[in-house]
């Protein structure tokens, strides 16, 4: 009589192609990543909105300077930062595993986020009146 092999047939183990997914599958719950939710898009977006304000800082240098033209600087440095915050608050959350951390980064992300592009709406109307 031949020796049964694990896996074979009238075995109680799985296959041995099979253990690997039956014990990626029996893992403890606590080692899977925690939802990313909106944090996975406020991050990318965000990035790329510093990028969009560094552009336009440097548009605007190509014409006269002015009044208009200082304060459209400072406003984009304030927005680019609060973009960059925003960032920082979404990466937190994705990569914090304590209770409640990540749901509550990921809200101050989106907040300052919102706040970010209304200030930069704000910098293009400053922008459109600056234009002679």
């Not at 799985?14 to 944090?39: F, K, M």
């Amino acid at each position: 009589m031949l020796p049964r092999r694990p896996g074979g047939p009238g075995s109680s183990s799985p296959p041995g192609h099979l253990r690997a997914v039956t014990r990626s599958i029996d893992a403890p719950a606590a080692a899977d990543p925690p939802p990313r939710g909106l944090s996975a898009h406020i991050l990318p977006t965000s990035a790329t909105m510093i990028g969009v304000c560094m552009t336009v800082l440097s548009i605007g240098h190509l014409r006269q300077g002015g009044h208009s033209r200082v304060v459209l600087d400072k406003l984009l440095a304030f927005d680019a930062l609060m973009f960059l915050t925003s960032a920082v608050l979404s990466f937190m959350s994705m990569r914090s595993r304590r209770a409640g951390r990540p749901q509550r980064y990921e809200g101050l992300a989106e907040s300052v986020f919102l706040l970010g592009l209304g200030v930069l709406a704000l910098g293009a109307v400053v922008l459109a009146f600056a234009i002679e």
